[in-house]
Nanobody, 115 residues
Framework: QVQLVESGGGLVQAGGSLRLSCAAS????????MGWYRQAPGKQRELVAT???????NYASSSKGRFTISRDNTNNTVYLQMNSLKPEDTAVYYC?????????WGQGTQVTVSS
């Protein structure tokens, strides 16, 4: 069983920054892809950013240029650095990891951006 634990969410003013962390219970290199989704109230969950075991990254158009996904192999952690935050970034952010045909999810961390 794989556990993913997110942290780093909170309340921030528009234009501010937050860094989310996702700590995995096993080596992040054992996952083909890891990344972040978010879900705002009343909306569908949407992809934010991904990173592969080969360190290739991909971003949603809404996060490109403002968010950066990275991975610390030593600490088995994936990060999401979020800059220039907007009120529309308010959501619960979920970390995920893919291994073989399985997808594992974290419990989510709330990000609230005030205007």
């Amino acid at each position: 069983q794989v556990q993913l634990v997110e942290s780093g969410g909170g309340l921030v003013q528009a234009g501010g920054s937050l860094r989310l962390s996702c700590a995995a219970s096993r080596s992040v290199l054992s996952f083909y892809t890891m990344g972040w989704y978010r879900q705002a109230p009343g909306k569908q969950r949407e992809l934010v950013a991904t990173i592969t075991s080969g360190s290739s990254t991909n971003y949603a158009s809404s996060s490109k240029g403002r968010f950066t996904i990275s991975r610390d192999n030593t600490n088995n952690t994936v990060y999401l650095q979020m800059n220039s935050l907007k009120p529309e970034d308010t959501a619960v952010y979920y970390c995920y990891a893919d291994r073989a045909s399985l997808r594992f999810w974290g419990q989510g961390t709330q990000v609230t951006v005030s205007s």
